[in-house]
């Protein structure tokens, strides 16, 4: 297959995904922040479901009475560290009850319930949906940060070819976001380590990436970014339903599902939207491309291709979430998938790929310094000057991490053999 780059937009006009064959990745490494305190105490766990066993991916696992967090791997596994002892866990899922975790050594197994909450007449929530999410917008500047605020994250990138993976991408990142008054056009991403692996066969040169995945905590919070849907409500081109309430963290969620409700020249989008019932944050956003159009989907994401390329997009989503800590709400998980097939000069012989991106927000940090445009990871950039070594078992050090699944270990070592 010929060397191939493609540039696409996702999930909105003003946001842009580059799509790359290279014969391999690599990982861009810029200078690291040096940590005040080291985070000596660590936990390991596994989450599952109390009812059934199965085992939970993308359970938000903090510190009590801490900033450090991480969510579990798609196994239900977990690691958390904190620079003090950790006495207790609070780990909340969706469609499930949180649960305060007592933490008596170095490893726990935690069961959680599925959400039963009877809910009386008063909580049964009626009127109009399109008149919470304007009531939502409009208490953003009483519900997220009004400071500049520096985070931490770590963000790992996926790639599969067929259902095998051919790239892992990982990395710690910091992001540094002004006031949720103010457009995010200043806020930066800085990678402060990294490291790759991918496939050497002739055959998985198809390799595909995100225009500058690490920057998703800048480009993809919705709340903040409010060109990525909102003006699209304020066009009338959603309609919106009330959805059955649901708890988040115990907290009762208006749950409003939207949908296209006219045409417009670039895909609109299907999805779901959490909205706190009694402080009005948006607690979770859930995106997913309307694809009843696919050559208009193709047209948005496809800026250039090589001819005899045939490019059929099959799935555009993204969730993200926002985690209140002290009557404000920080970002706290994004996540955003991409299904395609590829058919080289039309032969006939779809090959699939599915990538994966996701970034967990691991602690705030203090102070919120800047981040200088010498050390910035721009949209776009490629991680691909300065490979970290992946075979390297101290390379995360005091970093909170998502810990490998058991699905990724086993393709880090199908990828290292090949």
Request: with cysteine; net charge positive; aromatic share 8%.
């Amino acid at each position: 297959m010929k060397n191939l780059r493609i540039a696409c937009i996702a999930f909105s006009r003003h946001v842009k995904f580059i799509l790359f064959v290279l014969a391999a990745l690599a990982a861009a490494e810029v200078w690291a922040q040096t940590d005040s305190l080291r985070l000596a105490y660590s936990v390991s766990g596994k989450v599952s479901d109390a009812r059934t066993g199965k085992e939970l991916p993308a359970v938000n696992i903090r510190v009590s009475g801490r900033q450090y967090a991480t969510v579990s791997n798609a196994d239900g596994v977990f690691v958390i560290k904190s620079d003090a002892p950790i006495r207790e866990l609070v780990i909340s899922h969706l469609g499930y009850k949180t649960v305060r975790q007592a933490v008596a050594g170095g490893e726990v197994s935690v069961r959680l319930t599925p959400d039963k909450y009877l809910l009386d007449a008063s909580s049964i929530v009626s009127g109009d949906p399109l008149e919470i999410i304007r009531s939502a917008r409009k208490a953003i500047s009483g519900n997220y940060p009004l400071q500049a605020e520096l985070l931490r994250g770590f963000y790992r990138e996926t790639l599969q070819k067929r259902g095998r993976y051919i790239s892992v991408t990982e990395a710690v990142i910091r992001t540094h976001k002004s006031s949720y008054l103010i457009p995010g056009y200043h806020d930066r991403t800085a990678v402060d380590k990294s490291r790759i692996i991918v496939s050497q066969r002739r055959r998985d040169t198809l390799s595909v990436k995100m225009k500058g995945g690490p920057t998703l905590p800048v480009t993809m919070d919705a709340v903040k970014k409010h060109q990525l849907l909102w003006l699209d409500f304020d066009r009338n081109l959603y309609s919106c339903e009330m959805g059955h309430p649901e708890y988040i963290d115990d907290r009762l969620q208006f749950v409003i599902h939207i949908s296209p409700a006219s045409e417009a020249d670039y895909p609109l989008y299907n999805g779901t939207l959490y909205i706190d019932r009694e402080t009005l944050a948006f607690t979770r956003i859930e995106l997913s491309t309307d694809m009843s159009d696919p050559d208009k989907v193709t047209s948005l994401l496809l800026v250039r291709k090589p001819k005899g390329l045939r490019f059929i997009p099959k799935e555009v989503s993204f969730a993200m979430s926002y985690r209140p800590d002290g009557g404000t709400s920080r970002l706290e998980y994004l996540r955003a998938t991409m299904s395609f097939d590829c058919d080289w000069k039309k032969r006939g012989m779809l090959t699939s790929y599915r990538l994966v991106n996701e970034t967990v927000i691991t602690d705030v940090l203090t102070p919120a310094v800047p981040i200088s445009p010498e050390e910035q990871f721009r949209s776009s950039d490629i991680m691909t000057d300065k490979a970290g070594e992946f075979l390297d078992p101290a390379f995360w050090e005091d970093y909170n991490i998502i810990a490998p699944s058991e699905s990724l270990e086993h393709a880090v070592g199908r990828l290292r053999r090949d």
